[in-house]
């Protein structure tokens, strides 16, 4: 192959690779809806912009305290709510569409020695393990906009209801079917499985506050648009 050959390819390539690149963005832009936004009785706790996660730090990519996901699964995320609300119970959002950037900085992180956060986050582990565990991986669902990160509040009291152990708790208590639960923290989980699952969403063995949308609409793509890049929206449907 001759040198003109071998760079009308590279050419190609980067042309094409750059287009992916702006229509995956374009479609964050367009696609995607703030959650608060989008279902105003949600309470927010974006716990990656906050520095109160397992890292010690704001998250790249979360440059503003929104959170997004996209239109399905914010349509998903309102039925449940207003499915909870009727119960006198809310939900409260950790976490949402995770930009690629933030995954990233988590497995950086997971190879260095700051263990600031270890006593609140992995007691029982050695920060080392974590990626072997499966708890830091190069990617994550939540970069495709379909996953949330939930827990319940009793409005009543305005308590988080009780779970058996906190949001990102590495450890197996978080496992759903845990053992060593009380009957009532059995209760909680379950009633939060069972409306999400009911929304469309459906959640997974190891994590009792992690739910995904059974149909995404962008299943192979990992979006890394920063936060503030979600448009506004006034409306969406929520059936
Ligand atoms: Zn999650």
Known sequence: MDAVHFFKIVFVAALAAFTLARSARAAGQQDFVRVAEAVPGVILEPRYYSTY???GDRLPGYDC?????CRQAASALAKAEARFEARGLRLKIYDAYRP???????YRWSLNGDVRMKPYFYPKLEKNVLHLRGYIALRSGHSRGSAVDCTLVDMKTGRDLDMGGPFDLFDERS????KGLTKEQEHNRAILRSVMTECGFKGIRSEWWHFALRDEPFPDTYFDFPLSDVGSVTTIGSE
């Open 53 to 55: 996660n397992f890292t």
């Open 65 to 69: 305290p929104d959170l997004a996901l």
């Open 100 to 106: 690629a950037r933030a995954v990233e900085f988590f």
């Open 175 to 178: 496992h759903y079917a845990a």
